[in-house]
């Protein structure tokens, strides 16, 4: 099945530091979430945004559906440790279609 | 807070035996799916479910898996037999209804399967 481009695949950043990160797609979606799964966990759903153009947040996460309906970022404000893990996007077209995820480490 | 539940959390077996996992979705949820995740990669779709019927199993290797949502409400994955490269997390998610086109789905804990 399609994966969408998701970078970077991997951040390494200091404690306080911000994180952004992105998501493409050839096609145009309804819907982009964005999920952040820890080691043998599910994935645990961060951000669901509706509509193009759209900024969303929660807490230190924000996240915005780009206006082409093709792609999306996540911005996480003053990392902490517990932010460590791996992040993914997903954009819902016939089915959802999941990011190749970006994988966070916070050196505290 | 309403959560997605599977059993087993985790599961080792033999090659050429058959194993089942089970996902209790969202009470009210129309939409299950049924992931696979190999280690370093973001799900891929086995099988979608709309109440009790199957949407999409285009990615089902339908010689050895099989799914079922009998009553529209829980679900049950099985392979049989087992091949080593079976081994991942199996995940199930559940959304409120896949017509509506703009979902939001949610997932459970997954099953960890490994194959010897």
């Known amino acids: 099945g399609q994966q969408l481009n998701q970078s970077p695949q991997s951040m390494f950043i200091q404690e306080g530091e911000d994180v952004s990160m992105n998501c493409t797609s050839s096609?145009?979606?309804?819907?982009w979430l964005w999920y952040k799964q820890d080691p043998g966990e599910g994935p645990v759903l961060l951000i669901a945004?509706?509509?193009?153009?759209e900024l969303t947040s929660n807490g230190r996460l924000t996240a915005q559906f780009g206006i082409t309906r093709k792609d999306s970022f996540l911005n996480i404000s003053a990392s902490i440790p517990s932010d460590v893990g791996i992040y993914f996007c997903?954009?819902?077209?016939?089915?959802?279609?999941f990011g190749t995820g970006t994988s966070l480490t916070v050196i505290p | 807070e309403a959560e997605v539940a599977q059993s087993p959390r985790y599961k080792i077996t033999e090659k050429s035996q058959a194993v089942a996992f089970w996902c209790d979705p969202i009470?009210?949820?129309?939409?299950l799916y049924w992931y696979r995740q190999i280690l370093g990669q973001g799900p891929e779709l086995l099988v979608q479910?709309?109440?009790?019927?199957?949407?999409?199993d285009s990615q089902l290797p339908k010689d050895r898996f099989s799914a079922e949502r009998l009553k529209g409400v829980d679900s049950t994955l099985k392979i049989q037999p087992a091949e080593l490269g079976d081994s991942a997390m199996y995940l199930c998610?559940?959304?409120?209804?896949?017509?509506?086109?703009?979902?939001?789905?949610?997932f459970g804990p997954g099953t960890r399967l490994l194959v010897l």
């Open positions: 998610a559940s959304s409120l209804d896949w017509g509506t086109w703009q979902e939001t789905q949610y």
């Open positions: 096609s145009i979606f309804n819907t």
């Open positions: 945004l509706y509509k193009a153009g």
């Open positions: 997903a954009g819902q077209g016939y089915q959802f279609y």
């Open positions: 009470s009210g949820h129309a939409t």
């Open positions: 479910f709309q109440d009790e019927s199957v949407v999409d």
